[in-house]
């Protein structure tokens, strides 16, 4: 059975960091003062891009959405506030590289799911909003009916695939890709 989640984070951090974390899909992991950490590419982690990127920028220029970046170091990140704002899991990056920074391999390639910030999310705060729903290839996002209002997100994980349409999408910024709860 799929599990709902919205999450309510603790105290967000400044805005334009925050903007930045939220756009590039970054987990502010460790609170408010610790470094975000920047989404990779599919098929990747923060361990082989910084181990075996070469910056070439290969993945960069062969993604056909444009949601790769060349981040802090020239070494590639996904930014959901740039290009389509949607990864398909084409495989171009991966095709692209001539290092051992991609592992085509790994499934699913991403693990990491859509959360919804209660304290930016424009239904919770009473606005006509379901852009999320719409963008959401997969159904993972449904809208439940409540008295006095409209209806509320709620994101189920079990069919999220990390795709970033919806956070590419939200008119405020409401959604992040976060590491899939264990
Ligand atoms: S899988 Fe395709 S859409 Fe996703 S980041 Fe790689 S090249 Fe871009
Ligand atoms: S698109 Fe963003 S603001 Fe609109 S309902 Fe979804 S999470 Fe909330
Ligand atoms: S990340 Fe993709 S699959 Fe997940 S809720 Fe957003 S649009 Fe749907």
Not at 6 to 18: L, N
Not at 131 to 154: K, N, Q, S, W, Y
Request: aromatic fraction near 4%; charged fraction near 25%.
């Amino acid at each position: 059975m799929s599990r709902s989640r919205t999450s309510t984070p603790a105290q967000p951090a400044g805005p334009d960091r925050a903007r930045r974390a939220f756009l590039r899909g970054a987990f502010l992991a460790g609170g408010a003062d610790a470094t975000p950490e920047p989404l990779r590419p599919p098929w990747t982690d923060d361990g082989r891009v910084l181990d075996a990127c070469t910056r070439c920028g290969d993945c960069l220029r062969a993604c056909p959405e444009g949601i790769l970046i060349a981040g802090d170091g020239g070494f590639p990140e996904v930014d959901f506030g740039a290009g389509s704002g949607t990864c398909t899991f084409c495989g171009a990056c991966a095709g692209a590289c001539r290092a051992e920074v991609f592992e085509p391999a790994r499934n699913p390639a991403w693990t990491v799911t859509a959360v919804i910030s209660e304290q930016r999310c424009l239904a919770v705060a009473g606005v006509h909003c379901e852009t999320c729903r719409d963008a959401c290839g997969e159904a993972a996002v449904r809208f439940r009916p409540r008295l006095g209002g409209p209806p509320r997100p709620e994101l189920e994980p079990d069919r999220c695939t990390g795709c970033g349409a919806c956070a590419g999408t939200c008119p405020a910024d409401a959604i992040t890709l976060q590491p899939e709860a264990a």
